[in-house]
């Protein structure tokens, strides 16, 4: 009987322990290792922040959950990590052993890079968590009160965009739902070198749909913007040239402002030689698996992977709910493989899926290959998108308490659009 760990209880890491526990039966132990009792489903923090959704609506309790499961969890968080000994200390003082290891441990948010950021020691929101979607909505509940100047964007080195897109899309369509506004004045900032960019070279025309709804709802925007300090109602930044060089100083009011951080890995895992890279991510190969120790596999956002291109203000790849599915598969398949002395040959097909909502409206793109050039270069905006994000939280939350791994209907949408888990062997 092995025992495999499961760090990390999101995104990643549940559809991890559901599919582990369903691929390898009842004779060897699953384990998930989270740090808090609650799974939060992150793509609808954008609804908690505008008042859309309650934070109860988007999580689940998983101590009882995992009961219901036959999964052992354990939700004080790891504390570090040890590969050498194959172990693991948790926050409570206890350690656990494992045979085998998943990492899905998500992102460490780096507020402290950027002085001001952040929702805890700095001036700006942030939709990462659904705790600070919470705060961020009582922040915005003042600006309903007092309108004002409202500055949404990313960070220097950022690797995800699309909430910060839908956010400034959804406060728009919030706001004149509420007829306020025409008060307030909208800023879009972003590392990113054009619209629509999205840390992956754009996808089919989101330059064009993204820049064409913007426009539409008279939101301004700056590009190329390296995020240099925030203070109480002001937002500092330099806009570069393509080249990298400085062009021009901005400083911008606001009311109310989220700023998406940039990533790094999470502490448990900081600095341990042959398993991350210097920014914390884990390094994998094709089979998702630590090279230096080989029964270590990760998933998910805290993945090591390089930039799509260099951008004149720092940008990382945005790692999206299908492309982490597709992880959690072949990681699946090949600790199975490993677990009966045979070598892991399966690779995630890491395509890129992903809806983005604007409340009223939408843009959803599929990139597969994710560098381009690609086979599938496609994104479409409408009202369907909403309606589609709606879906993928019903599906989603629906998953998580029921224990399902990829249901029917999942496989032959997906498919119909061409997009399958695992890549073909060449
Ligand atoms: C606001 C937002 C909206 C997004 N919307 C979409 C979307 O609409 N569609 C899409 O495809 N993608 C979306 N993404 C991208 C991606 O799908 C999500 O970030 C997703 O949640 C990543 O899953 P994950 O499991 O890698 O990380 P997470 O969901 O962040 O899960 C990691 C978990 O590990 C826990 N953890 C951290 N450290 C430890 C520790 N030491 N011990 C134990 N547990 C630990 C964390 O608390 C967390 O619960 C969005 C991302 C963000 C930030």
Redesign the pocket.
């Known amino acids: 009987m092995a025992k495999i760990i499961v760090?990390?209880?999101?995104?990643?890491?549940i559809s991890q322990v559901y599919e582990l526990r369903k691929e390898l039966g009842k004779e060897h132990d699953v384990v998930l290792?989270?740090?808090?009792d609650r799974?939060?489903f992150?793509?609808s923090?954008?609804w908690v922040a505008v008042g859309w959704r309650k934070q109860n609506q988007v999580t689940v309790d998983l101590p009882d959950t995992m009961r219901k499961h036959g999964i052992e969890f354990h939700g004080v968080?790891?504390?570090r990590l040890h590969p050498q000994d194959n172990r693991v200390d948790l926050n409570d003082g206890t350690t656990i052993d494992y045979d085998y290891l998943v990492i899905?441990?998500?992102?460490k948010l780096a507020f402290d890079e950027v002085e001001g950021l952040g929702p805890d020691e700095g001036y700006t929101q942030s939709?990462?968590k659904t705790g600070h979607a919470a705060t961020s909505f009582v922040d915005f509940q003042k600006l309903v009160d007092n309108p004002g100047p409202v500055v949404v964007g990313a960070a220097p080195a950022a690797s995800?965009f699309?909430?910060a897109y839908?956010y400034i899309f959804m406060l728009d369509t919030e706001l004149k739902k509420r007829k306020i506004r025409d008060k307030v004045p909208m800023h879009f900032v972003t590392p990113e070198p054009y619209i629509g960019h999205l840390g992956l070279d754009g996808v089919g025309d989101t330059k064009g749909l993204m820049e064409s709804e913007l426009r539409d709802r008279h939101i301004k925007w700056t590009t190329n913007a390296k995020i240099t300090r925030v203070s109480d109602g002001k937002i500092e930044f330099t806009e570069m040239d393509e080249d990298g060089n400085e062009k021009k100083q901005h400083e911008l009011p606001f009311q109310h402002s989220m700023i998406?951080p940039a990533f790094k890995g999470?502490?448990?895992v900081m600095d341990i030689q042959g398993l991350t890279n210097p920014r914390g991510f884990i390094v994998i190969d094709d089979f998702q698996r630590n090279p230096t120790f080989k029964n270590i596999y990760s998933?998910?956002?805290?993945v090591a992977i390089p930039p799509v291109e260099p951008t004149p203000v720092a940008t990382g790849a945005?790692?999206?709910?299908?492309m982490?599915e597709s992880m959690v598969t072949a990681t699946t398949h090949n600790i199975a493989k490993a677990l009966k002395g045979e070598a892991p040959e399966e690779r995630g097909s890491w395509n890129a899926?992903?809806?983005?909502d604007f409340g009223d409206s939408g843009v959803a793109f599929v990139a597969l290959p994710q560098i381009p050039p690609r086979n599938t270069n496609w994104a479409s905006r409408g009202k369907w998108v909403h309606l589609a994000?709606i879906a993928?939280e019903k599906y989603f939350m629906h998953k998580v308490r029921a224990a399902k791994t990829e249901p029917y209907y999942e496989k032959t949408i997906m498919k119909l659009i061409g997009v399958e888990r695992l890549k073909e062997s060449s």
């Open positions: 760090m990390g209880a999101g995104i990643g890491g290792v989270g740090d808090s799974f939060e992150t793509p923090n954008p968080g790891a504390k899905a441990t998500g992102p939709v990462c995800c699309g909430p839908e998406l999470v502490d448990a998933v998910g956002v805290c945005p790692k999206t709910g299908y982490i899926v992903c809806l983005a994000k993928y």
